[in-house]
T-cell receptor, first 113, second 117 residues
C-alpha cells in the first residue's frame, strides 16, 4: 500500500515557467488537498477536492490550478511560476470521516529563480 | 473562520524529561476533531494523536497525551520520557465534523522541539 505519492521531490523552475506537481493516492479516499509550507506560517491550504469532478479554493489559491478527474489523482498546476511560489508543497488525502485526519505525501521542495 | 494558534515557536527538553506543547483554537462549531502532527527533518507529516471534541476523556498514545479543555479551546500535547527521536516540528490542527466543510484541515504555525542529552 503506497499511500499518497507525490512527484517530483525536488524541482527548480525559472520565473514564468509552468509545471504540474503530481499526486496520487491508492486508499480510495474521497478528500484530497494541496498545502504549501513556508517558514513560520505552518501549512496553508491551496486547493481541495471532496470527490472526482469537485474542487474548491483554499486559503492561498492564486497562481495555482487543480482538477480531479479520478478519485486517485489530484495534480497541482503552477501556471506561471513566481519566486513567491518557492515553498514545500504537500498533497494529502482523507476518507470522508473526519476523525481519521489526513495522510500526507512526502512533499515537493520547489524553488523558483 | 477557524484559527489555530501555537504560541511557542521553539521548545527544548532534556532526554527522559516531560514537555508540554501548547495549542489554542478559535471556532464557533461544537463538534470537531483536533490533531497533533509531527514533522521530523525528513519532512514527512506523521499523525501523532487525535481527539474528538465530544469526548471528555483525553486521548493517549503511548508516551503522548493531550490535555483537552473544550471551554478554554485549548489542546496541549504532553510528551513523557522524551527521546532524541522526538526532535521535530509539531503542528496542531483542527477539522470540523460537518460534512460540508469536513474536508479542510487548519494548521497552527508549529513548535520546533529540540531534545538535548
Amino acid at each position: 500500500n503506497a499511500g499518497v505519492t507525490q512527484t517530483p521531490k525536488f524541482q527548480v523552475l525559472k520565473t514564468g515557467q509552468s509545471m504540474t506537481l503530481q499526486c496520487a493516492q491508492d486508499m480510495n479516499h474521497e478528500y484530497m488537498s494541496w498545502y504549501r509550507q513556508d517558514p513560520g506560517m505552518g501549512l496553508r491550504l491551496i486547493h481541495y477536492s471532496v470527490g472526482a469532478g469537485i474542487t474548491d479554493q483554499g486559503e492561498v489559491p492564486n497562481g495555482y490550478n487543480v482538477s480531479r478527474s479520478t478519485t486517485e489523482d489530484f495534480p497541482l498546476r503552477l501556471l506561471s511560476a513566481a519566486p513567491s511560489q518557492t515553498s514545500v508543497y504537500f498533497c494529502a488525502s482523507s476518507p470522508r470521516q473526519g476523525r481519521y485526519g489526513y495522510t500526507f505525501g512526502s512533499g515537493t521542495r520547489l524553488t523558483v529563480v | 473562520a477557524q484559527t489555530v494558534t501555537q504560541s511557542q515557536p521553539e521548545m527544548s527538553v532534556q532526554e527522559a524529561e516531560t514537555v508540554t506543547l501548547s495549542c489554542t483554537y478559535d471556532t464557533s462549531e461544537s463538534d470537531y476533531y483536533l490533531f497533533w502532527y509531527k514533522q521530523p527533518p525528513s519532512r514527512q507529516m506523521i499523525l501523532v494523536i487525535r481527539q474528538e471534541a465530544y469526548k471528555q476523556q483525553n486521548a493517549t498514545e503511548n508516551r503522548f497525551s493531550v490535555n483537552f479543555q473544550k471551554a478554554a479551546k485549548s489542546f496541549s500535547l504532553k510528551i513523557s520520557d522524551s527521546q532524541l527521536g522526538d526532535a521535530a516540528m509539531y503542528f496542531c490542527a483542527y477539522r470540523v465534523i460537518n460534512t460540508g466543510t469536513a474536508s479542510k484541515l487548519t494548521f497552527g504555525t508549529g513548535t520546533r522541539l529540540q531534545v538535548t542529552l
